[in-house]
Each structure stands twice: as structure tokens, then as C-alpha cells.
């Protein structure tokens, strides 16, 4: 299924359609209004605009496919928590599908409840930080391709960001500047430490992430998701980076801040962490995108790592790249469920000591691999 | 009473006379007799492991300086103040770890000026139960490093265990 | 004209004089009163009222707060026999995310200006359920002299769960009984009615 | 920066208070509150009869009532000069353990949600579902039991109940060697754990920290085997004492502390004599002093009561463990992180409602 094609089918079926409309007014109207309407028509039909209309349409479709999966990450969330736990989950909810709905009601609710700025509260940063931390990790999604042809493209072969990779680890790590400012600016010592928690922690743990990360290119080749999956057709670079994917993957936990390493909320500590003062749907708006980020974190395992598409061709593309980046999140939930959180200084110890270490012998290897020409 | 075991004993049940010297309260008793001989009045054994003894308020910190170092009490169980008519008396359970002692030491203070000694410094455990028996029943301890309420809110007027507070219970 | 005199909502007469702040306000006002008094208010109520009602009811989240007993039946509430995940109620422990207090135990004089705190912080639509004898009327303190006698001297309460200690089964009918209250009071979210 | 944890607090497991002062993320100074929970339980209890006091002795502790209102009954007992049936105290042994293991489940559930393990806590509370349902059969109730009465137990045990306590036993023998792996089998628990909220011995002595945190200081003293009450001096067991002195020597207690009230619970089960279960209770106590003491699952309680003749105390004082055990907090706390603040505070198995009374 090529993305690109598809939106633009349907963009270039409405231009045709609004421009008949021009055309038909232009014929209608007579003398110079004629020829304006004609102009405009003409204007319309540019290809420019239909490839601006496509990115657009091309967005929206991600961003949709984006928030359904979020949704379905919450329930698969709960219920494999639940399963874990020896209970059931949300159940009784709306048409009892499961339960699938809870996701809704929780946001419907969150939409209808009183917002509060807390009177002492910098106003600015408490209202920025929400939108820094939401808008960013969004942008970290569109650069990720579900399949050969189905990414944000510019053109119907590929991807319309180059090093869209690099570009994508850019903005995963805008966030704990978002953290920092919504935590500073709330006026409450807990929101504070959490934080700062998050600014130490999110440092830390980018610098092994990225030197696999690093890893992956040096095999790849490429800065680029397209390149990287491709270099993956014969053999997932999970197999002979094993290091390096174990390495990611515990960086992966940090940096979306789930249960071993979620120091920035620890709930037992810091009531809610960072998120204590919000309220309503900003707190949606963290809740939904904490998700969304360990959504984007299993896309960026897969394509980096799983051979990203590539799967027997029984099954569509991106639906490969999907199942494989729903194992990678409920592996990343099982984690969660069962493990104790870390405190502050044995999470850096672990990651300056030990991470940092292993990260650059992973580094070797991989260089050592590709001067011997295996890749 | 060996085979049940036991809950503390009333007076006048007494034990083998032929087994007194052998058993660690005797020893307790006369030490404390030997040390205190006008102050530490009133002995009397209630069961097995436990006895009683009243020391007159003067003597307490050094009578109790004295069971903490010389006899091994290391550990203060329970402060207890009790009102009466005319006095207020305050229970000191006093036990030792070694020797599984229970020492009741009652000292008592008039009611115009409800003081004593702080024990503070012997025990640290004594902290939180002096300020305690202060929240509730007004009892001075001298030289207690914080000398504050500790259950009621801090400007609470009244002691709420004294037989002339009236509101509720 | 006098610039230090200005209303606070200024009509359309004085629209010049306007500061910005003046001006969102004016047209947050204006907005407001069409949203609220038109029909376009009671039309959008009428379309979204009963979807939003059911989003609430079916989303307790109650806030995370041990008391006394009762507490201990909550916790347990939320433990695999019992299991009030089913109905969609999630523990929070800040009172900014939280849609329902669940006062757990005697109210103290020490912790009563806490607890109204707790309370006022909480966003609305916020509720409040009394669980167990203590917070209903004091229960076995009734008489004491540090005891407030029943939550609802200070807090207006909606739900009252009997039992000392209520037992999980009964809290959690408590959270039905709630989501049929949420029910039956259906609001609009912009008219209120 | 002062930090207040409380009263509101999910650390706090209750009503109280922590102001910590904090240097980074590091504890410089702590200054534990309590008193939001002050019931004036003892000044309630100078008003009541002496068999009204039951109940409220009951709500003393919630995690473990059985407990208190047993210290209760053995204090006025003690006052009244009253034998209890052994039936009845066999009843109320295999009661007290059964209430030890599930206070200790308890506080196994709540020390693991401090820690972030929130299996741990759907674990144990799914397996104290096991002894409450005991105690349900028994008592008839789920937490707060009314079940000691002066001079005995309010009831004999029901039909096959000795059956079902063996099998729970052998259960939770079986789920406690569950839990020690999901705990000690895993490298986070243990780095929150060890060398965490150190508590010497000689300071422990000092500040009068009783029970599994005091055993945990390396001090092996335990009331039921050091002043045995009721018929602990038939039970064969061994109190169980670590010398670590930290937060995981406090945990280690306390899982050994429930395969010892397995063991005891068993022992009491097979030897319980038949006979009367309670004695009637005269309505007036006599004036003078009763004492009581017991091993509560969180330290040394202790009731001393003063009867003047009437049939209500003139005065009853409780001492509570917790309260002592908190006020050390400081000492334990000073130059450890601010995650650990839930670390040690949630190993001493913080029980407000005897606290503060």
C-alpha cells in the first residue's frame, strides 16, 4: 500500500472536483470574471498545492493511526495488567467491548473537568509545557514509516525527510526540557524534583542510547528509517547487535519513564511527579502522550532494530511494523508490572557505569563488523 | 503458674522460697536499696519478672541514670501519668533485655506544679512519650529538648486527660 | 473620558480604551453569553450531554487517601477479589486528577482544615462519599473531644457507605450508586442544565 | 528545602505527617508528625464499661485489631485476677498468628507499591484474602473483629477449621517462598534494600524501637519468648532476628516472622484442648493495676490500666509501638536519598491508628 499514492489519488480527485466548480463559474460569468475564475482553477490545480494537500492528508492518516494505537496501547495496557494480576481490567464500560472504551470515557471525563492554574503557578511555563511536551513527541512520530511506501513522503518512492532517524531521536528528546519547564513552573516542590529528576535521567540516558543508535547507522549506512530497514531485509539487526538492542531497549524504559526508571512521577515519593499540579485535560494530554511515547519507542525498536516492515508478505506492511511494536511495548509493560523502581543515583550509576561501557564496546563491534564487511 | 505461663501474677501468689535468691528481681531490689536507700521506697513484686517500686521525684533522673548503667535497662517501655485527687503520678515500665525485667517505677508530683525530671537524655525512646504525657495531661518535663504537643493541634488550651476536662469522652 | 474608572466588562461603547487582557475577557464574555444563552448553547448540550455523562460516571478516579479501617478495605477494593478497575475506578494520589473524595475514616480537628484543603483542590465536577460509620457520624468517637462528628459538618457529602468497616463489597456498590447519581443528575457543560 | 509528606501522602500508608529537609535530593533533616488520627481513645475509654471497651480497643489498629483487643482482654484480666480457659487461649493464639500474617501481608503489600512493584501488592493482598476469610469464619468479620472477650473468646471455632488452617498454612508456606523470589530474586529490590536506613543496634536500644525493625538491629528479643503470655511457652519456635540492620534485614524479619507463625499456628491447631472457652467476667473490676503485653506484628504493645472499683477504668494507658518507632526516624533517615524516605519508613510498618490513639 503506498500512502503517498493513496492521499494523493483522493487530493487530486477534490482539486478536479473544486476546480470543475472554477471552470463551470468561469463559463458562467462572462468577460474578465470569466478569466479569473478560470485563473484560480488553474492556480488550484497546481502541483505544488496538491503535493501540500497530500503531506497534509498524509498527516492526518498517521496522526490518526498514531492516536488509535494509543488508545489500544492504554487498554492492552490495563487488561495485560490485569492479566498479570489476576483480574480483569476494565470491563463494565460502555458496550463492555472489552473494556476498550475506558480510554474514551477517561478522556471524555478529563475533557469535561474543571482546569486549574494554580494561583502561584508561572503562568507561562505551566501553560508551555504541556504543549512543548505533546507537540514534540508528535513531531518525533512523523518521521517514523510504517512500511516501504507508507511514511510522510514528498514522492511516491520514499521518504520526504532525509536522516529522518536523526531528525526523530531530535525531537524524542525535547521532552525533558517540556518536563523540566512544566515542572519548575508549577510552584510545587515535588513537581520540582521531578523535574529535575527527569532533566538528569533524560541526559544521562541519551548518550548510550545514542551511541547504538550510532551502531545501527554505522551497519545501515544511512541516517535514514528508509536505509536502516532496508539494510534488514536478510538479517534483523537485533541478532547480530544483540548487545546494542538490550542496551537500547533499557535506555528505551528511561526515556519513556516506565516502571524501572520512572523516576520523574515515582508515585510512592512524589504523589504524581512532575504532572502533581495539572488537572484536567492537560493532564490528558500527559497521560495520552506518555503513551504515545512508549508507542514511539516501540516503532523506533522495530524499524532500528526488528527489521522494522519486513515479515512475511501474507500480511500488509504496516501491520508487520504494528504487531512488532506491540510486542515491543507489552514487553516493555511486563517490565513494568514486575519490577521495583530504581532510586536516583543507581539510575545514573547504571547509566554512566554500565550503559556508557557496554554502549561503546556495542559501538566496536558494530565497527568492527562493517571494516570486516559483513554489512 | 510455669506451665501456662504466664500472665503477670497477683500479689500474694509467691514462688518456691528456696528459688528467691536465683531470680534477678531480688538482685534488682537490693541494689536499688543499697543505692537509694531513703528515696526508692514501697517494693513489691507483682508477678513474675515484674516489680514496683516508688521513688520520690527528686531522685528519679539518677535512680533512673543508675538502672540504665549499672543494671542493664536499656529500654523504656511505656510512660504513664495517672491523675488523682491530690497528685499525679507517673509510671515509668523500665525493662531489660538481658534478664526479661519489668521495672514499674512510680514517682509522684504534686498537682500545683506537675513536674519531673526528663529522661530524655537516658533513654532517647522517652521523647515523643514525655511530650505525649505533656499534650495530653500537662505533666512538666524538665529539660526536654522539645517540650511541645505532639497529638493535638498546637494551640489547643486544654489537657484532655485530666478528670476536670468534661468535653467528650 | 476617565481611563483609571474603567469597568471591568466595558460595553461596546468604550472599545478603544480596550487593554488586551480587556479584551479577551470582553470576548471571552461575549462568546460565553452566546454559547450559554443562545440556542446553539442548548443545542450543543443537547447533542453532547449524554455522552459526556456517560464518560464521567463511567471514569471515577477517587483520591488516594487512607484514614483509618476503611482504608484498609479500599486498598483491598482494588485488589484482585474485588476488583474496582471493572467500573473504571483508578486511584490517584493528587487531588488535581481526582473526581471523587473518599473520606475513609474519623475526621480529627487536627485534620479537619487539611481535609477541606484536599477538598477545595480537587477540580469539579468533584463528589464526595463517606465511607464508613466515622466519616458518617463520628461512629464509635462520636462523643470524643478531638472527633468532628461526621465529614458532612464541613464537606458536602453524596454518598454515605454504612459499616464499621465498611466491607469492599459495599464501597464498591457505593461507586455504582455514585454512577447512578451522575446519571440521574445529567448537566449540560455549557448551559447547566 | 523543607518538604512536607502528609498528610495526604501516598508514602505515608495512614495520617501523618514527614517534613524532611533536603540538600539536592539528599536528607539533611526529618521531622516526622502525628496526631491527624487523634481519636482521644483513651479518654473515650475512662466513659465506657469495661466490655464496651472491646470494640474501640479493636479500632486501635487497623492492620492488626486482634491484637489489641487480646492485649485488652488480658489487661483487664490481669486486673481482675480472671483464668482463662486454655481452650480459649488456644483460640486466641491461632487467632493472633493468623492476624500476624496478615498484618505482615499487609505491610509486604504496601512496602511494595513504595517501591514501585505494584505485583507484590496484588500478590499478597490476593493471599490475605486466604487468613481473612479464616478469621471470617472465625470471628465473623473482616477487620475489626470483637472477638476477645474478657475472660475468654466470644465463640468456639467453627466446623473444619482446623482443617482449613493447616491447608492455609501449607499455602502460604508455598506462596512465601513465591514471594522470596519475586523479592530476593530480584537485583532492584535488593539495591533499594540493602545497606538502606541503617539502624544500629545500640541506637535501637536506645530510642526504643521495638519489634521486627529492633530484631532487625540484631537484637533477638521477642515477648512471646522472652515474657511468654498466654501459651506461647508450648509453641515451638525461634523469633526471627537478622543482623543487617537495614531496610532488608527489617524485611527478612518479617518474612520469617510469618514461616514461624505458620509453624506456631499448626502447633496450636494439633494441641488445642477441648473444655470451655470462656469464663463469665465479673461487670466491676477491683481497684488497683493491671499490665499487659504483648508481640504485636509491629513491636512491643503494652496496656496499663488502673480500676478503682467501678466497672470503668479510671484510667487506661496504651502504649503504642509505632509511636516510639516513628519518633526514631530521624536517626534512620539523615544522609539517605529521598526515595528511600519510602523505603525505610514504609519498613517499619507505620500503623497510625495506634499511634495516635
Known amino acids: ?50 503535493v501540500v494537500f497530500t503531506i497534509l492528508l498524509e498527516v492526518l492518516v498517521i496522526l490518526i493511526i498514531a492516536v488509535v494505537n ?64 505533546v507537540s514534540s513527541s508528535f513531531l518525533a512520530l512523523s518521521t517514523i514509516p510504517l512500511g516501504r511506501n507508507f511514511g510522510i513522503a514528498t514522492n511516491p518512492s520514499g521518504l520526504g525527510v532525509p536522516a529522518s532517524a536523526l531528525i526523530a531521536f531530535a525531537f524524542f528528546a525535547i521532552a525533558p526540557f517540556a518536563i523540566l519547564i512544566s515542572g519548575w513552573s508549577s510552584n510545587n516542590k515535588y513537581t520540582l524534583i521531578g523535574g529535575m529528576r527527569s532533566a538528569a535521567q533524560m541526559m544521562s540516558y541519551e548518550i548510550p542510547m545514542l551511541l547504538t543508535v550510532a551502531s545501527v547507522f554505522l551497519l545501515a549506512g544511512s541516517f535514514d528509517f528508509m536505509d536502516i ?25 528511561a526515556e519513556v519513564e516506565i516502571q524501572p526508571f520512572d523516576l520523574p512521577e515515582a508515585e510512592a515519593e512524589l504523589v504524581e511527579g512532575w504532572t502533581t499540579e495539572y488537572s484536567g485535560m492537560r ?50 509493560e511486563w517490565m513494568r508490572w514486575s519490577t521495583p523502581r530504581v532510586r536516583v543515583d543507581q539510575l545514573l550509576n547504571i547509566g554512566w557505569n554500565r550503559l556508557m561501557p557496554l554502549a561503546m564496546l556495542n559501538l566496536l563491534i558494530a565497527a568492527s563488523m562493517k571494516t570486516m564487511g559483513w554489512f | 503458674m510455669g506451665e501456662r505461663g504466664t500472665r503477670f501474677l497477683r500479689e500474694g501468689m509467691e514462688r518456691p522460697a528456696s528459688r528467691i535468691d536465683d531470680v534477678p528481681e531480688e538482685k534488682v531490689i537490693r541494689s536499688l536499696i543499697d543505692s537509694f536507700p531513703s528515696t526508692v521506697t514501697d517494693f513489691k513484686k507483682l508477678g513474675k519478672g515484674v516489680v514496683r ?37 507517673i509510671v515509668y515500665h523500665i525493662s531489660c533485655y538481658g534478664s526479661c525485667l519489668l521495672l514499674e517505677l512510680i514517682t509522684s508530683t504534686p498537682k500545683d506544679d506537675p513536674s519531673v525530671d526528663s529522661v530524655t537524655s537516658i533513654w532517647g525512646g522517652a521523647n515523643w512519650q514525655e511530650r505525649e504525657s505533656y499534650d495530653l495531661m500537662g505533666i512538666k518535663f524538665n529539660n526536654h529538648p522539645k517540650l511541645e504537643r505532639i497529638l493535638l493541634p498546637k494551640d489547643t488550651l486544654y489537657h484532655p486527660l485530666r478528670k476536670d476536662f468534661k468535653g467528650g469522652g | 473620558m476617565d481611563l483609571k474608572s474603567r469597568p471591568n466588562n466595558p460595553s461596546l461603547g468604550n472599545v478603544i480604551t480596550f487593554r488586551s487582557k480587556d479584551f479577551v475577557k470582553w470576548a471571552d464574555g461575549v462568546l460565553e453569553g452566546v454559547l450559554r444563552r443562545s440556542p446553539v448553547g442548548s443545542g450543543v448540550d443537547y447533542l453532547t450531554k449524554d455522552f459526556f455523562n456517560w464518560a464521567t460516571r463511567n471514569s471515577i478516579y477517587p483520591l488516594h487517601f487512607g484514614i483509618m479501617c476503611c ?39 487536627k485534620l479537619k482544615p487539611a481535609l477541606r484543603r484536599l477538598y477545595d483542590q480537587m477540580p469539579g465536577p468533584k463528589w464526595v462519599i463517606a465511607m464508613g460509620e466515622c466519616a458518617i457520624s463520628g461512629g464509635p468517637f462520636y462523643n470524643s473531644y478531638s472527633v468532628v462528628p461526621g465529614v458532612d459538618q464541613f464537606i458536602p ?33 455549557l448551559t447547566g442544565k | ?106 505491610w509486604l503489600a504496601a512496602y511494595a507499591v513504595d517501591l514501585g512493584a505494584m505485583i507484590g501488592f496484588i500478590y499478597t493482598m490476593r493471599d490475605r484474602e486466604v487468613f481473612i476469610d479464616l478469621l471470617q469464619a472465625l470471628t465473623g468479620s473482616r477487620l475489626t473483629y470483637n472477638f476477645p472477650r474478657i475472660g475468654g473468646v466470644a465463640h468456639d471455632i467453627p466446623p473444619n477449621f482446623e482443617r482449613d488452617s493447616l491447608r492455609a498454612c501449607d499455602y502460604m508456606e508455598k506462596k512465601l517462598k513465591e514471594y522470596e523470589d519475586l523479592f530476593d530474586g530480584s537485583k532492584v529490590f535488593m539495591m533499594r534494600n540493602q545497606g538502606v536506613g541503617v539502624l544500629r543496634k545500640e541506637d535501637a536500644m536506645n530510642l526504643g524501637v521495638t519489634g521486627p525493625p529492633l530484631r532487625a538491629s540484631g537484637v533477638k528479643y521477642d515477648l512471646r519468648k522472652d515474657m511468654p503470655y498466654s501459651v506461647y511457652p508450648e509453641m515451638d519456635f525461634e523469633p526471627a532476628t537478622h543482623p543487617d540492620c537495614d531496610c532488608y534485614a527489617r524485611y527478612r524479619v518479617r518474612m520469617d516472622e510469618m514461616y514461624e507463625s505458620c509453624k506456631i499456628i499448626r502447633q496450636a491447631v494439633q494441641k488445642m484442648p477441648k473444655g470451655k472457652w470462656r469464663t463469665v467476667a465479673p461487670r466491676n473490676a477491683p481497684a488497683g493495676t493491671g499490665l499487659g503485653r504483648v508481640e504485636d506484628p509491629r513491636g512491643e504493645g503494652m496496656m496499663y490500666v488502673v480500676g478503682d472499683g467501678t466497672d470503668r477504668p479510671y484510667r487506661l494507658k496504651i502504649r503504642s509501638p509505632i509511636f516510639v518507632t516513628v519518633s526514631a526516624a530521624k536517626k534512620m533517615l539523615v544522609g539517605y536519598k529521598v526515595a528511600d524516605v519510602v523505603a525505610i519508613m514504609g519498613g517499619l510498618d507505620m500503623c497510625i491508628g495506634e499511634a495516635d490513639r
Not at chain 1, 73 to 80: E, H, M, S, T
Not at chain 1, 235 to 247: T, Y
Not at chain 1, 285 to 307: D, E, K, N, P, V
Not at chain 4, 97 to 104: G, K, L, N, T, V
Open chain 1, 70 to 133: 494509543v488508545l489500544n496501547f492504554i487498554w492492552i495496557d490495563r487488561k495485560f495488567m490485569g492479566r498479570m494480576f489476576d483480574f480483569y481490567g476494565p470491563y463494565y464500560v460502555g458496550f463492555r467491548i472489552g473494556g476498550w472504551l475506558q480510554n474514551i470515557a477517561d478522556g471524555i471525563k478529563l475533557f469535561v473537568k474543571e482546569i486549574i492554574t494554580p494561583a502561584k503557578a508561572d503562568k507561562i511555563g505551566f501553560y508551555l509545557g504541556p504543549v512543548i511536551f
Open chain 4, 1 to 106: 528545602m523543607w518538604i512536607n509528606m502528609g498528610p495526604q501522602h501516598p508514602m505515608t500508608h495512614g495520617l501523618w505527617n514527614l517534613r524532611i529537609k533536603v540538600d539536592g535530593e539528599t536528607i539533611v533533616d526529618a521531622e516526622p508528625e502525628v496526631g491527624y488520627l487523634h481519636r482521644g481513645i483513651e479518654k473515650l475509654c475512662e466513659n465506657r464499661t469495661y466490655t464496651q471497651i472491646i470494640p474501640i480497643a479493636d479500632r486501635l489498629c487497623y492492620g492488626s485489631s486482634l491484637t489489641w483487643s487480646h492485649l485488652y482482654c488480658m489487661t483487664i484480666e490481669d486486673l481482675m485476677g480472671l483464668e482463662v480457659p486454655p481452650r480459649a487461649e488456644y483460640i486466641r493464639v491461632v487467632s493472633i498468628e493468623m492476624q500476624r500474617i496478615a498484618s505482615h501481608l499487609m
Open chain 1, 229 to 253: 530497514v532496508s539494510a534488514q531485509h536478510d538479517i534483523w539487526f537485533a541478532i547480530p547487535l544483540a548487545l546494542g538492542f538490550v542496551i537500547f531497549l533499557v535506555c528505551l524504559v
Open chain 3, 71 to 109: 482504608a484498609l478495605e479500599m486498598a483491598v477494593a482494588s485488589a484482585p477479589r474485588f476488583d474496582a478497575q471493572r467500573f473504571g475506578v483508578i486511584y490517584r494520589s493528587t487531588p488535581r486528577q481526582c473526581d471523587v473524595l473518599l473520606v475513609n475514616g474519623p475526621v480529627s480537628k
Open chain 1, 1 to 50: 500500500m503506498n500512502l503517498y499514492e493513496f492521499c494523493y489519488g483522493i487530493i487530486h480527485w477534490l482539486v478536479d472536483l473544486i476546480n470543475h466548480l472554477w471552470y463551470w463559474l468561469g463559463n458562467v460569468f462572462p468577460w474578465w470574471f470569466g478569466d479569473f475564475f478560470n485563473a484560480v482553477g488553474d492556480l488550484a490545480a497546481s502541483h505544488g498545492n496538491i
Open chain 1, 283 to 332: 493532564f490528558g494530554f500527559f497521560m495520552m502522550t506518555s503513551y504515545l511515547r512508549g508507542y514511539i519507542g516501540g516503532a523506533l525498536t522495530t524499524a532500528l532494530f526488528l527489521g522494522g516492515w519486513h515479515g512475511p508478505a501474507l500480511i500488509p506492511e504496516p501491520i508487520w511494523f504494528l504487531i512488532k511494536a506491540y510486542i515491543v511495548f507489552v514487553v516493555i
Open chain 3, 157 to 189: 457529602v453524596d454518598i454515605y457507605i454504612p459499616g464499621c468497616p465498611a466491607r469492599p463489597e459495599a464501597l464498591i456498590d457505593g461507586f455504582i450508586k455514585l454512577q447512578k447519581m451522575i446519571k440521574e443528575s445529567k448537566k449540560g457543560l
Open chain 2, 53 to 89: 517500686a516508688r521513688i520520690a521525684r527528686r531522685d528519679l533522673y539518677r535512680c533512673c541514670k543508675f538502672l540504665k548503667d549499672q543494671l542493664g535497662f536499656e529500654h523504656l517501655s511505656m510512660i504513664s501519668a495517672v491523675e488523682y485527687d491530690k497528685r499525679f503520678e
